[in-house]
């Protein structure tokens, strides 16, 4: 595989031994990965990486690269995380070459800047490689554009599971309601029956859109459109199953017309005006 892709040419950064690089690699689509994890992992002399990622990325890797897998699935997070970044601490001071790849972007609700932050105090050199993350590239796939002129001047990126795995108490659900035209929510799927509630409590409207995006960008991609007052039950009904993205808005209309996927498998637009401006959409 490796000797099959054409890689652009350089000048590209080297990853030195003793390095580690923190890499995002998208939500899913092998191609959402940047240029700088692709270059990464054809240096890498081993490769921590997530549950939450793409494992058909590390076909890209070097054959003799050392792969050590780091999913979190069903432990003590807060132990195992401990353990990851020291992982990362030793890896880099047997002079590796350290790759750590993780799912979308490593700084968003990923534990990167934790990571990042184990190295720096034990003086391991980082460099951190953004990725398009979920919120962003699976809304895109679905197609959502997570900002539209005519629907949103704000986005609110919002996890919807605390340290505890409880919704987050944190986070002020009736003053998000107020301020965020379009709220995308992370490790929703759990807690989205009292998060719509909060949300309606706090002065959403209980047929308001959303759409809620499993494997999104993957071939199993599913996306379920419906309201937040249907949301729970909708869930439930289809069997959708995490990980998901949940996007909460009127933008979510714009699937109607936008998804693209659709189109390209041969269906007609559903609505070609879907927030009914009633005039061409190049004009203002
Ligand atoms: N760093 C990641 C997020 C990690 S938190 C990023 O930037 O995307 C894990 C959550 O991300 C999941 O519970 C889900 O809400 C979301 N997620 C990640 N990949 C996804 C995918 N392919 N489809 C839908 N949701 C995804």
């Not at 923190?22 to 959402?32: A, E, I, S, V």
């Not at 270059?39 to 490769?47: E, F, G, H, T, Y």
């Not at 184990?118 to 990725?131: K, S």
Request: proline letters at 8%; one cysteine or more.
């Amino acid at each position: 595989m490796t000797d099959s892709l054409q890689f652009p040419d350089g000048p590209w950064p080297e990853l030195q031994p003793g390095w580690v690089w923190l890499c995002g690699t998208g939500p899913g689509d092998p191609g959402l990965m940047t240029l700088h994890a692709l270059n990464a992992l054809r240096q890498a002399d081993v490769i921590v990486y997530d549950a939450l990622m793409n494992p058909e990325i590390l076909t890209w890797a070097r054959p003799e690269a050392e792969r050590i897998y780091a999913g979190k699935r069903g432990g003590k997070p807060s132990a195992q995380q401990r353990d990851i970044s020291l992982q990362l601490v030793e890896l880099a001071r047997a002079g590796k070459r350290v790759l750590r790849l993780k799912g979308g972007d490593p700084f968003v609700f990923g534990r990167g800047g934790e990571e990042a932050q184990t190295l720096i105090q034990h003086q391991i050199p980082v460099r951190i490689v953004p990725g398009i993350t979920a919120g962003i590239g699976g809304m895109a796939y679905a197609g959502i554009p997570v900002t539209h002129r005519d629907v949103n001047q704000t986005v609110a990126f919002v996890t919807g599971h605390d340290r505890q795995g409880l919704a987050p108490g944190s986070v002020d659900w009736p003053s998000l309601a107020k301020a965020a035209q379009v709220i995308v929510i992370y490790m929703g799927m759990k807690h989205i029956r009292a998060i719509a509630e909060e949300l309606i409590a706090g002065g959403r409207a209980p047929d308001e859109p959303v759409a809620v995006i499993t494997a999104a960008s993957l071939p199993d991609q599913r996306v379920l459109e419906t309201t937040l007052q249907t949301a729970a039950d909708d869930i439930t009904a289809t069997d959708m199953t995490p990980p998901a993205v949940i996007c909460i808005g009127r933008s979510v209309l714009m699937r109607q017309v936008l998804d693209w996927q659709a189109l390209a498998a041969g269906e007609a637009p559903r609505n070609l005006d879907p927030l009914g401006r009633g005039r061409p959409a190049e004009m203002s």
